[in-house]
């Protein structure tokens, strides 16, 4: 409960905190020769820019974050053996990096170096290009996942439903957002392991574009059945409730 509520994210081993401690235990050698530490963003931002830095809701990503404090957490840079001075600068995500360097320029055929924006968390900048930017506003996601991403004005907490906390693009706001991971590929399974089969010689593509079609016609809500993807753990399974002889390929997908 308390790293939920300093990090805006439910536990998980997939967060580079839990990474770091792994290497901490068993890769001593690797991890006492270690002099900074950056993550997928900073890393690009630095070579790009050669400065290492990170946003707030991508810190946050981290476990290492304390999103509310806006700063590194003390106990949890302890826990993994780290100081702040190691881990990314944390600015806003409007702030510039810098620009290219000369180097970056040239690889990219560009005819003089350009500002580089700090930028923010997949969802979080999804919200602000979309003009989510309202407390009550909220968006919908769809791809690989599908995130109900919404705007609130205090932090709003929620471990029970595995809600997610991130800090907004805009100061003072703050997204808390529930992600239904595995719809892309569920839809793929109906497609490749159901649909396939009935459609005779049809391509993939066509097979997808006819179930858009029936998607389309489908009404609002798909007559009451509901569909929980499996989650991103290998066990996990998924459900279709409330299923009827009324319902058609186009309510399921």
């Known amino acids: 409960e308390a790293i939920y509520q300093a990090i805006g994210w439910p536990f998980d081993a997939w967060l580079p905190m839990a990474h770091l401690a792994w290497v901490q235990q068993f890769e001593a050698e690797k991890w006492a020769k270690t002099r900074r530490v950056g993550f997928v963003d900073s890393y690009i931002k630095l070579r790009l820019?050669?400065?290492?830095m990170t946003d707030p809701s991508l810190a946050g990503t981290t476990g290492l974050y304390d999103i509310k404090a806006g700063?590194?957490?003390p106990q949890h840079l302890n826990f993994v053996g780290l100081s702040p001075v190691q881990l990314p600068e944390v600015a806003p995500s409007t702030a510039i990096v810098g620009n290219l360097t000369e180097a970056t320029t040239k690889i990219l055929?560009?005819?003089?170096?350009?500002?580089?924006i700090n930028?923010?968390?997949d969802q979080i900048s999804s919200v602000t290009a979309a003009g989510v930017v309202q407390p009550g506003q909220a968006l919908v996601g769809t791809g690989t996942a599908w995130v109900i991403v919404g705007v609130a004005l205090e932090p709003v907490y929620d471990l029970a439903h595995q809600l997610t906390l991130e800090p907004h693009?805009?100061?003072?706001l703050w997204c808390p957002f529930r992600t239904?991971?595995?719809v892309g590929g569920a839809v793929d399974w109906l497609i490749s392991s159901v649909l396939s089969g009935l459609g005779g010689k049809q391509k993939h593509e066509a097979l997808y574009a006819s179930l858009n079609k029936h998607v389309i016609d489908s009404p609002v809500g798909a007559k009451g059945h509901i569909f929980l993807a499996p989650r991103?753990?290998?066990?996990?399974?998924g459900h279709l409730s409330g299923l009827t002889l009324s319902h058609t390929s186009g309510d399921v997908g």
């Open 232 to 237: 991103r753990r290998p066990d996990a399974n």
């Open 119 to 121: 930028g923010a968390h």
């Open 49 to 52: 820019c050669d400065r290492l």
């Open 180 to 182: 239904q991971g595995g």
């Open 109 to 116: 055929g560009l005819p003089k170096p350009i500002p580089v």
């Open 71 to 73: 700063d590194w957490q």
């Open 169 to 172: 693009t805009v100061p003072g």
